[in-house]
């Protein structure tokens, strides 16, 4: 079925730009219904995750040294279990909270059907 996530270029350039200002980073996708949805990027830990998110994917970015954390809460993977995510970037501000609001560009996840 091949990995829950993957990155664009676009989003691996991102987040090495992000790495190298805040340490290390992860996401998570908590709400959304659908193809568009915006995960939000946080310094690593610093969003509390537990026993109602789901682990999808320890990802590998070239010149990031650890593996950048992306995170579901259980209930929104139920829904999207059938599909494989990928993040994108696309200019806009997302929410102030996510750590590329200030670039004026935004991670977005485009999804499509697993196989």
């Known amino acids: 079925m091949g990995d ?8 691996a350039g991102l987040i090495r730009s992000l790495r190298a200002a805040h ?14 949805s915006a995960p939000m990027c946080y310094p690593a830990g610093e969003f509390r995750t537990g026993a109602s998110d789901v682990l999808l994917a320890s990802l590998s ?22 599909t494989r ?6 200019p806009g ?10 670039e004026g560009v935004r ?4 999804s499509h059907l697993a196989r």
């Open 4 to 11: 829950p996530v993957t990155l664009t270029p676009a989003a």
């Open 85 to 90: 995510l990928t993040v994108d970037v696309v």
């Open 23 to 36: 340490g290390p980073i992860m996401f998570h996708q908590s709400g959304g219904c659908c193809d568009g």
């Open 61 to 82: 970015v070239e010149g990031v040294p650890e593996p950048v954390e992306f995170w579901m809460s259980t209930a929104q993977w139920n829904l999207w279990k059938h």
């Open 93 to 102: 501000r997302g929410s102030g909270f996510s750590l590329e609001a200030p």
């Open 107 to 110: 991670f977005l996840i485009r």
